[in-house]
């Protein structure tokens, strides 16, 4: 079997978004076509990014409230399966400020990640059957970050305060569902989690660690526990990597662990090509 996918994953700070951006450099350098999705890509073809769900009344009663845009949001609208999906990311991108900003809160209590749990992992790992189907009878080596282990950790423990065994379920569903393209996990590792999840908050703008931090502290798992601040936020997270450490020693299939503690990128490059080339047959 020719590996077809390679799986970027670790926690916020860790440098998944470099790791992912070089192994897409290596393999493009390789000359292996090697399409590259980071998070947030709404073109992303195993999982869902700013697109909502709404049943069929649902979706009448969304065209009702706004009949000036019924044509295009009926354009926009993909169906499936007696729902309708919006990507309607997609379509503030496309239309501009055409939409009031009361329309758009109501559809982001729509998103796939504002579902329930069971719900969301119906439609994911639906999502990634069909990719799996596609990709394999193809040559392209998928570059993936985040989307594997990250988001039904944060939709399952972080959002839901699911059991532990639930939310492992989830990984390993979507792991099976992935086996056909022989994938290659990645998971990138720190030796410090508060000083590289600093050293995110100090380098980025200030709204991502605001809502970040946010997000972490006021979801069922930070609320449960009355996590509060940058402090609250450092404990969660370190109970997601306890989690994110079981769930990567259960899983069946090829995996490393790379240490990006020195931020060294043409070192880590190297360490990233050796790890490729054993893999992937490829020429040194």
Not at 66 to 75: D, G, V
Not at 118 to 129: A, E, K, P, S
């Amino acid at each position: 079997m020719n590996p077809k996918l390679a799986l970027i994953e670790g926690l916020p700070g860790f440098g998944k978004t470099t790791t992912a951006l070089l192994v897409h450099e290596i393999l493009t350098e390789r000359n292996l076509r090697a399409p590259l999705f980071l998070e947030g890509n709404l073109d992303h073809p195993a999982d869902y990014d700013g697109v909502a769900l709404f049943k069929n009344d649902e979706w009448d009663a969304l065209l009702a409230a706004h009949e000036q845009h019924r044509e295009l949001l009926n354009h926009r609208r993909i169906a499936k399966a007696g729902d309708n999906l919006l990507p309607y990311r997609k379509l503030l991108h496309e239309s501009g400020s055409i939409f009031s900003d009361e329309w758009l809160q109501a559809i982001v209590t729509k998103d796939i990640y504002e579902l329930s749990l069971d719900r969301n992992r119906q439609l994911v790992t639906d999502r990634w059957r069909s990719f799996a189907e596609n990709a394999s009878g193809g040559t392209d080596v998928f570059v993936f970050e985040c989307c594997f282990i990250q988001n039904p950790v944060t939709m399952g423990m972080i959002k839901h305060g699911a059991r532990k065994e639930d939310v492992i379920g989830y990984v390993v569903e979507l792991a099976a569902i992935a086996a056909r393209l022989d994938p290659l996990l990645i998971y990138v590792e720190q030796r410090d989690l508060d000083r590289a999840f600093g050293k995110a908050v100090a380098e980025r703008p200030k709204e991502w660690s605001e809502g970040f931090i946010d997000y972490y502290t006021n979801q069922k798992y930070g609320k449960t526990h009355g996590f509060k601040g940058l402090d609250g936020t450092l404990k969660v997270l370190r109970a997601r990597k306890e989690l994110e450490e079981e769930i990567y020693n259960d899983l069946r299939l090829t995996k490393v662990k790379v240490d990006n503690a020195s931020f060294d990128r043409a070192a880590y490059k190297q360490v990233l090509a050796d790890i490729l080339s054993d893999y992937f047959k490829l020429a040194r």
